[in-house]
């Protein structure tokens, strides 16, 4: 004899049991049968038919209907309910974590843990760029540092202040140094063609820039423990602590950001830019570092918020173009040519794997990768 299996009669609940417990914490914390109902979409003889199966006392009852009830539970989610979350409060008042979320969305009171671990963990797992870049000094490091210093910007990325990126940008003949830093420090950020900026009646300004931005909490936080905050130039933040050694490389990531030579009859002329306190400060550790001149540090044509100064004595050059280039290491080529032009004559050939020469695509707006 077959055997059918059995099959509950007459309607389906309306409710799931994890539904019906929550229901009897709302019950028990003073919501009335009406306002559950309308929450779960039923009727309210479901509500009160499903507290009174669940044994209860559907009458009132003293300690539901204390008011140092609510207002002791109220208490515990203003000041709990922030830090430590739904279970610890459900469990100390005997009631369900959805009836604390409920409560709690009425008081306006937000659970600040999920989203402060959420976001330490994309902090920790950001695999994009090396974050940690900034903490040890290296060659390369003090040189970008120092492009950064001359070049490079923080930038607001989001609504929040917390939320800012590194821009860095130059224009499209010298694009092989931001490959070049994008490959030192790990970066897999998007390397992109942008326009020049325009001007009224349509004309432009400047050619075709490359640059990237990157975005990280621990590495923006590494820059500004290097001195570097948003909105540097209007701040004027001092020249930073740089050691001895990484001097010289942090001044030809300067120069390379906001230096220039350019002939002068039959001279060269050597000029450095900047806020006063970072320029004073740069002239100060350049002639500490090496013999050259103690020439004036001067304001900048009618800008009140930059300074400058600049050599071309010959000597003075030879001498600043041996130190900062000791190192074969990152460095703009251009401006390395134009110093190997005024000291011999002739361009000299540069044997460093980073001043290979990069080619953009004009029809895609992302530039190509950099070997």
Not at 209 to 229: A, D
Not at 259 to 280: C, D, L, M, Q, W
Request: charged share 25%; proline share 4%; hydrophobic share 35%.
């Amino acid at each position: 004899m077959r055997h059918s299996k059995s099959h509950r009669i007459g309607r389906p609940r309306a409710l799931s049991p994890a539904q019906e417990l929550e229901v009897l914490g709302h019950y028990r914390l003073g919501f009335s049968a009406t306002a559950i109902a309308k929450l779960y979409g039923v009727t309210q003889v479901t509500i009160s038919a499903t507290i009174a199966r669940l044994g209860e006392d559907t009458r009132p009852r003293r300690f539901f209907n204390d008011p140092d009830f609510a207002k002791r539970f109220d208490e515990a989610i203003r000041t709990r309910y922030p830090t430590e979350g739904t279970a610890p409060i459900a469990r100390d008042f005997g009631v369900t974590t959805a009836v604390v979320s409920m409560r709690a969305w009425r008081l306006g009171v937000k659970c600040t843990t999920n989203y402060e671990r959420k976001a330490e963990t994309r902090r920790t797992n950001n695999k994009m760029v090396n974050q940690h870049f900034f903490d040890t000094w290296s060659h390369d490091m003090a040189y970008i540092l120092g492009y950064i210093w001359a070049d490079g910007a923080i930038r607001n990325g989001g609504p929040k202040d917390n939320m800012c990126i590194l821009q860095l940008r130059c224009h499209e003949k010298d694009s092989h140094i931001i490959y070049d830093i994008c490959r030192v420090m790990d970066s897999k950020h998007k390397i992109s063609r942008y326009k020049p900026a325009p001007l009224r009646g349509g004309r432009y300004i400047g050619g075709w820039q490359v640059g990237t931005h990157m975005g990280s909490y621990l590495l923006i936080q590494g820059l500004i423990k290097r001195g570097i905050f948003p909105n540097k130039s209007n701040i004027d933040p001092p020249f930073p602590d740089v050691p001895d050694e990484y001097l010289a490389d942090f001044v030809r990531g300067v120069f390379d950001g906001d230096g220039s030579i350019a002939p002068n009859g039959k001279y060269y002329t050597v000029v450095f830019y900047g806020s006063h306190r970072f320029i004073a400060g740069l002239h100060n550790a350049i002639c500490n570092a090496i013999d050259i001149s103690r020439n004036r540090v001067t304001g900048h044509g009618t800008s009140s918020k930059l300074s400058r100064f600049s050599w071309s004595s010959r000597k003075d050059l030879l001498t600043f173009m041996e130190w900062i280039y000791r190192h074969a290491g990152l460095c703009l080529k251009r401006k390395r040519d134009r110093f190997n032009e005024m000291a011999y004559g002739r361009i000299a050939k540069i044997s460093t794997q980073t001043l290979d020469t990069v080619t953009i695509s004009d029809g895609s707006p992302r530039a190509e990768e950099h070997c």
